[in-house]
């Protein structure tokens, strides 16, 4: 199994950023890929951002793409998702998530393990 952390959420003025990390542990060997996820109240859970852990290649939903970088350290299992420009729009729980396949990285489905989620709030 792979244990996620996630940390680094707070309340942030709209044009603001803010910096979420996800820590591994447990088999991180296993790990194919990660990805962020975010929830609002009333919506499902929607892609945000997904990572390769080998190349590092990035893939990023529209609606963050030019706005949030993901990144991660494979020497210290970290990931992270850098976000400046936020909009109230983006008020939501974000998760981490990671997979073992080498499956498409914006379906929630293809992912095993999942954090508790951070709560990021934009206000206006």
């Known amino acids: 199994q792979v244990q996620l952390v996630e940390s680094g959420g707070g309340l942030v003025q709209a044009g603001g950023s803010l910096r979420l990390s996800c820590a591994a542990s447990?088999?991180?060997?296993?790990?194919?890929?990660m990805g962020w996820f975010r929830q609002a109240p009333g919506k499902e859970r929607e892609f945000v951002a997904s990572?390769?852990?080998?190349?590092?290649?990035?893939y990023y939903a529209d609606s963050v793409k030019g706005r949030f970088t993901i990144s991660r350290d494979n020497a210290k299992n970290m990931m992270y998702l850098q976000m400046n420009s936020l909009k109230t729009e983006d008020t939501a729980v974000y998760y981490c998530a990671s997979k073992t396949r080498p499956v498409a990285s914006d379906n929630r489905e293809h992912y095993d393990y999942w954090g508790q989620g951070t709560q990021v709030t934009v206000s206006s």
């Open positions: 447990g088999r991180t060997l296993s790990v194919n890929g």
């Open positions: 990572i390769s852990w080998s190349s590092g290649y990035t």
